[in-house]
């Protein structure tokens, strides 16, 4: 990771087009130097033994097995379609 000064905030808030203030950015620059040493930090821990995982508790796949099963006719789904046409629900035009 790169140290705190090779971090340039005020370049990466100029591309972002945020126009930060002289406190701003010196107070940003601040606060990401100190999330980079606490990332410094977490280098230090013996993870050798930790088994390599997505997820910190295991997940499952939740749905259901898609199964055919009887379900409306095409002549039901329109029976209460206030307009119909060839088999098809008829509506309005929304987009020009």
Same mark, same amino acid.
């Given at each position: 990771m790169? =140290?705190?000064p090779?971090?340039?905030?005020?370049?990466?808030? %100029?591309? =972002? #087009?945020?126009?930060l203030?002289?406190?701003?950015t010196?107070l940003? /620059?601040m606060q990401?130097?100190? $999330?980079?040493?606490?990332?410094d %930090?977490? %280098?230090? *821990?013996?993870?050798?033994a $930790?088994?390599a995982?997505a997820h910190a *508790?295991p997940?499952f796949n939740?749905f #259901?097995?898609?199964e055919p #099963?009887?379900?409306f006719t095409?002549? /039901?789904?329109? /029976?209460n379609?206030?307009v119909k046409a060839?088999?098809l629900? $008829? $509506?309005? %035009?929304?987009?020009?």
């Amino acid at each position: 990771m790169p =140290a705190t000064p090779d971090f340039d905030v005020a370049y990466v808030a %100029k591309l =972002a #087009r945020l126009n930060l203030s002289p406190a701003e950015t010196a107070l940003f /620059q601040m606060q990401l130097g100190h $999330v980079l040493e606490h990332a410094d %930090k977490l %280098k230090e *821990i013996d993870v050798t033994a $930790v088994e390599a995982s997505a997820h910190a *508790i295991p997940m499952f796949n939740v749905f #259901r097995e898609d199964e055919p #099963r009887a379900w409306f006719t095409a002549e /039901q789904a329109l /029976q209460n379609a206030p307009v119909k046409a060839n088999g098809l629900f $008829v $509506v309005t %035009k929304v987009v020009e």
